[in-house]
């Protein structure tokens, strides 16, 4: 019987091991210090939804876009507490998600917000071009600026263990449908990258790094037919977009960790 070999080649093999090299430099994990954390607060939050894709081009048409201003118009007329849900159920999202499967308790957003050290350090680090997804919460170029010796002062303001700063991207992760000259229909999937870092108070280096926890794209669509957007699907197609993206986080980081105990 003769016997079978797969042959690959050379190319192949160097691009599977730059992807492996890739995925390991993009996320550090140090259990030592982090087995000491019981206690968190997200103390960065940055969300961003673009599902801006090639296909637009083809359903463009001017009565499509007309349709897509105005309803961005009423949104931002209903204020930001409305204009803001989408990221702070993200920001909800990954507090419930570090809880249930690291084992930490994180701050709800109004304690985080309402805390004096919090407010302080927010005002001095606020800068042009860092804007605040939700109100009152630090951009994560802000958090970048704080000094070894704030985060230990913000560590100690808050009564926590860690302090995490959070920078979620929602894209479109595949279509489907078919549109030409502004007639047709495109369903676009929702996919969302997360980059997360945990500082504590034992050095200055980062607890835990992830520069891109990249999770599935969602099986719910969000239909565009002749440039006209459908949002009835809009909220269940990113939650589980968020949902992939926050399985992805922690399973790279139980990758590196090892058995997280539990509570």
């Not at 160097?14 to 994990?29: E, K, N, P, T, Y």
């Not at 919460?137 to 704080?146: I, S």
């Not at 995490?164 to 996919?191: C, E, H, N, W």
């Not at 790094?209 to 565009?224: E, F, L, R, V």
């Amino acid at each position: 019987m003769k016997s079978s070999r797969v042959c690959l080649s050379v190319p192949f093999i160097l691009l599977a091991f730059a992807q492996a090299v890739a995925g390991c430099a993009s996320i550090q994990v140090r259990p030592a210090p982090l087995a000491t954390v019981h206690k968190a607060a997200i103390v960065a939050f940055a969300w961003s939804v673009d599902l801006s894709s090639d296909s637009d081009k083809n359903l463009s048409n001017s009565i499509g876009d007309a349709i897509n201003t105005s309803k961005t118009i009423a949104t931002l007329a209903q204020g930001a507490e409305v204009a803001e849900q989408p990221a702070r159920s993200g920001y909800e999202a990954l507090g419930k998600k570090l809880d249930e499967s690291v084992h930490w308790a994180v701050l709800p957003l109004t304690e985080v917000t309402a805390n004096t050290v919090y407010q302080q350090l927010n005002t001095a680090t606020h800068q042009i071009g860092a804007e605040a997804a939700i109100t009152g919460v630090m951009h994560p170029l802000q958090a970048g600026r704080l000094t070894p010796a704030q985060r230990k002062e913000l560590l100690k303001g808050l009564g926590v263990d860690a302090l995490l700063i959070a920078d979620i991207k929602i894209r479109v992760g595949g279509t489907s449908g078919f549109a030409m000259a502004g007639l047709g229909s495109i369903t676009k999937y929702p996919q969302a990258t997360i980059a997360l870092t945990a500082y504590g108070a034992q050095d200055n280096e980062p607890m835990w790094q992830d520069k891109y926890a990249a999770g599935d794209k969602a099986k719910t669509g969000i239909a565009n037919t002749m440039g006209a957007q459908n949002d009835s699907t809009k909220d269940t197609a990113l939650a589980e977009a968020m949902a992939s993206g926050l399985d992805k986080l922690i399973a790279r980081y139980r990758e590196q960790s090892g058995p997280i105990a539990s509570k």
